[in-house]
């Protein structure tokens, strides 16, 4: 069984940066695709980016040329590195764990979420 814990996050103003931390754990983890998922406000979860284990990247569009995502794979642990934030970025970011392409219906695990916010 495969578990993950997010870090960082926090409160800061348009244009700054931050980086998001997923320490992964369990057998097969470095296995698996990592992802980032992240819900505003409401309902929907929306899918941010992903890393399959051998390093290939997907993004939504919204973050494209912003936010890279990365992994160490010797340690088990997942990078989001997110620059000039936007007030649209502020959500509750989940770091997530499964098959790729990592989609939320296919992750195996969550970690526990951590809140991004942005604003003046």
């Known amino acids: 069984q495969v578990q993950v814990v997010e870090s960082g996050g926090g409160l800061v103003q348009p244009g700054d940066s931050l980086r998001l931390s997923c320490a992964a754990s369990g057998r097969f983890a470095h296995t698996y695709a990592m992802g980032w998922f992240r819900q505003p406000p409401g309902p929907e979860r929306q899918f941010v980016a992903c890393i399959s284990w051998s390093g290939t990247t997907n993004y939504a569009d919204s973050v494209k040329g912003r936010f890279t995502i990365s992994r160490d794979n010797a340690n088990n642990t997942m990078y989001l590195q997110m620059n000039n934030l936007k007030s649209d970025d502020t959500a509750v970011y989940y770091c997530?764990?499964?098959?790729?392409?990592?989609?939320?219906?296919?992750?195996?695990?969550w970690g526990q979420g951590t809140q991004v916010s942005v604003s003046s």
């Open positions: 997530a764990i499964g098959p790729w392409p990592l989609t939320s219906l296919l992750a195996k695990a």
